[in-house]
């Protein structure tokens, strides 16, 4: 377990019930703060496994030839040819420049550099921070990916959500695997 996180487990056992069999798991909290570094992470172990892995430049492409040729090919007034052109200048560089911009947005948001709260328990994964509640039932998550540093639950509805290893304890990391297989 990494040090940089404040680690209380708790000794109340919940109870769940799966068919004719009850299983029972610990409840599981820890504390971390929403830092760069932490959604750095994030944003790197979830990328390859994400919507977007590749960047498509067929629109900024489509953008840039459409406004040359609007430049190149009209007599009508350049405005139209130099917005699309611009536009096609500013997705290439969202494109080239995702991750910087990702991180930039994250830390403007009120949750960044605040502590969160993550318990685990048998009804699921709950994190709390001062702006924001979230709750992932295990009955939600369609599988578990697990990455370099972390793992990637992914929900039913497509939706992720990344946990770092370094706030998990290899048991704990197992049990999850072993919930989201039922």
Known sequence: LN???????????????VGQQVVAMKRFSTQFILSRAYLAECFDQSLPYGKNARPSYLFPVTLLVAGIGLLLFTDQPKVAGCVL?????LELIHIRFRRTWWLARQMWGKSANSEVRLTIDSDGIQTRNPYTQ?????????????TELGIILVTKTGGQQYLSKS???AELLGEIADRCKR
């Open 85 to 89: 052109v611009a536009l096609g200048c």
């Open 3 to 17: 040090p940089r996180f404040r680690l209380t487990a708790s000794i109340r056992i919940s109870l769940l019930e």
């Open 134 to 146: 979230s709750s992932l039932l295990w009955t939600d998550i369609e599988r578990v990916v697990e």
């Open 167 to 169: 706030a998990l304890s």
